[in-house]
């Protein structure tokens, strides 16, 4: 796993960050100050990080989606956008406002609110063997060692032998002693590991962790 996220910079990224539309700001704020634990974050991340993070996703076929933290849905519109009506996506969310948000806003997607730990008998509820595809939005550097493991060990149970996993890490924050432990779990359960290009044009900055082949 590469180690050093800031190394390859892209200029395309770089400039202002997009800011979310004001009511998506006050929600996520208002979120956040009920429980920034579980938020992770005082903004909603740009349209920018959300390409950044949804690469991943095929042009073609049906492909099963999963997003893990969606809060108030930057890249469950990119995500919709991207499958344009294919396969299957499922969000699921752990806050009730933001999930009721989500089944406003995203028709297309199926919101589930439920707390990500509980992978394997959320997609077997719903007769799906596999996500070909996980995009996260959860504030790893945040949770503890045991649900920091708790919930990858979910995730590498229930992602395809060749699917992709994909998160987000803020720049600020890799020094934290909670994200480097993250940063090591993500390596021992994927071959690959690779980070992005930083993404400047989002507040505040971030760079994508891309996995594959998940060890079971």
Request: charged content about 20%.
């Amino acid at each position: 796993m590469t180690t050093n996220p800031t190394a390859p910079l892209g200029d395309q990224d770089r400039g202002h960050a997009t800011p979310a539309p004001s009511n998506d700001l006050t929600t996520f704020l208002g979120q956040w100050l009920r429980s920034p634990l579980r938020i992770g974050a005082i903004a909603p991340s740009s349209q920018h990080l959300a390409r950044a993070i949804s690469c991943s996703l095929p042009e073609r076929g049906a492909p099963v989606v999963v997003e893990l933290g969606p809060g108030t849905g930057p890249f469950t519109a990119e995500i919709q956008r991207r499958l344009d009506g294919r396969g299957r996506h499922l969000a699921i969310e752990v806050n009730p406002r933001l999930a009721g948000l989500l089944r406003t806003r995203y028709p297309g997607a199926e919101v589930i609110q439920e707390d990500a730990r509980h992978l394997r008998r959320l997609l077997d509820e719903r007769g799906i063997g596999r996500a070909d595809v996980m995009v996260s939005g959860l504030p790893w550097a945040l949770f503890s060692a045991a649900t920091q493991r708790q919930i990858m060990d979910a995730t590498a149970d229930v992602l395809a032998p060749s699917g992709a996993f994909a998160t987000f890490a803020y720049l600020h924050a890799t020094p934290l002693s909670s994200a480097r432990r993250f940063r090591d779990l993500l390596a021992d359960r994927f071959e690959e590991v690779v980070p992005s290009r930083t993404v400047w044009r989002n507040w505040p900055p971030a760079f994508v962790l891309h996995a594959r082949r998940a060890r079971r």
